[in-house]
């Protein structure tokens, strides 16, 4: 397949797309109340849990499931020099809509709102000590870098269609960043270890109150593999699904390469996880089968199981057991980090705390917006490499020759 990135085509106002408006319009709806009243009048969050589902989804976990982008950097520019190139667009992309939509889910849950723009300005007030800047000034500076590293789609797109100053600037605008791109993917490779390791350190300023399960000087660590390993599946589960929905071949043998990658990494995880409960004395609380050992036994077992999976080579050939395994470890390291920010929280006794139907409503919402602009962008700039499998629209069943040779390929969703 040609690693030619271009446009999908086709219809944008598809009854998919509608039914992702109205979801997204109803959120709407929701975010102005919350900005017009205030987070008490909207959300459920109290003095023992000021920190909610926007937090622990929207950005803790949100953020995460958006590293595909930076962990196709890593293994791009800097393991093997480009040879996954044709992924990295769309990871990029998934990041960018990831990031920008966490921001969002900042500035829904910071109380004064309108004073957020702030943060990044007006450096003489400043705590170098806080954490929680250092994660907000990364996460500002990564959104930007995203949509810049993203922009030469828009500007190929500009080149070869948009009206003639549009194209002129694109001509203009390309080469320099074209030059400065290194320097910026360096950059996208810093941001992001910083502040997905600091998301854990946060969450070390709760000392006593964070279940021992959890509360371990090697959070910002275990932040940082999982992320990593959350991107790659990101990666995998995006392309499965763009095989599945667009009619497009997966890159098999990238694909295959990046489950061989996953393995160690997957499998670091839970090892460094087990041996810090074993060293901390805690091996107890982990089979105390109460609402902390079960989630924490379901979070090692989900980690777990996508490393055995991709350990065999003829799993890693087939499309549908790397889509599994990648919704596996997705999974994992989303539970860990929903655990981390909420469920082994414990403010105290008389604290509960359970997410709003408005909450849910501006999640799902931000959810489906992100699927929305996704959509839109595949559909009409150049993210995607390569031409669908077969002729015809996408979501046509391709002819039986054509058929064939993309299940001998490994585009079969059968077991292996």
Avoid at 212 to 234: E, Q
Avoid at 409 to 416: H, I, L
């Amino acid at each position: 397949m040609s690693a030619h990135a271009e446009p999908v085509g086709g219809r944008i106002f598809t009854r998919p797309f509608r039914v992702l408006f109205v979801l997204f319009a109803l959120a709407g709806v929701a975010i102005l109340w919350r900005l017009l009243t205030g987070l008490g009048q909207v959300t459920a969050l109290n003095d023992g849990y000021p920190w909610g589902l926007w937090i622990a989804f929207d950005v803790v976990t949100g953020t995460a499931l958006a590293c595909g982008g930076y962990a196709m950097a890593l293994m791009v520019y800097i393991v093997n020099k480009g040879e996954y190139h044709p992924l990295v667009r769309p990871a990029v992309l998934t990041s960018a809509l990831g990031y920008t939509l966490a921001g969002i889910g900042i500035g829904l849950d910071v109380g004064r709102w309108w004073n957020i723009w702030r943060v990044p300005l007006f450096f003489w007030h400043w705590n170098l000590s806080s954490v929680l800047l250092e994660v907000a000034l990364c996460v500002m500076a990564y959104i930007l870098v995203l949509w810049i590293e993203l922009s030469p789609a828009f500007l190929e797109k500009a080149q070869a269609s948009g009206p003639p100053r549009l194209r002129q600037f694109a001509d203009r605008a390309l080469p320099i960043l074209n030059r400065t791109l290194l320097w910026i993917i360096a950059l996208g490779v810093l941001l992001p270890t910083m502040h997905q390791s600091s998301l854990g350190s946060l969450m070390l300023l709760a000392g006593p109150r964070l279940h021992p399960l959890w509360n371990t000087g090697w959070l910002p660590l275990l932040f940082l593999i999982s992320c990593i390993a959350m991107g790659f599946a990101v990666v995998i589960f995006e392309a499965a699904l763009s095989s599945l929905l667009l009619g497009r071949r997966p890159e098999m043998p990238m694909l295959s390469g990046i489950a061989r990658a996953m393995v160690p990494i997957v499998l670091l995880y839970p090892a460094l996880r087990l041996a810090d409960i074993a060293w901390q004395g805690q091996l107890g609380l982990l089979f105390a089968f109460d609402r902390f050992s079960v989630m924490a036994l379901l979070e090692l077992a989900l980690a777990i199981a996508p490393g055995i999976l991709l350990m065999s080579p003829t799993r890693r050939a087939s499309l549908g057991s790397l889509f599994r395994a990648a919704m596996l470890m997705m999974l994992a390291g989303g539970l860990y980090r929903f655990d981390t920010y909420l469920v082994a929280f414990r403010p105290g006794d008389n604290w509960s705390y359970f997410p709003s139907v408005p909450e849910l409503t501006i999640t799902i919402g931000l959810v489906a917006a992100e699927i929305m602009v996704y959509i839109a962008l595949i559909k009409v700039f150049p993210i995607l490499s390569g031409a669908p499998s077969f002729g015809g629209s996408a979501g046509a069943e391709p002819p039986a020759t054509e058929k064939s040779a993309a299940e001998k390929a490994g585009a079969g969703w059968q077991p292996a």
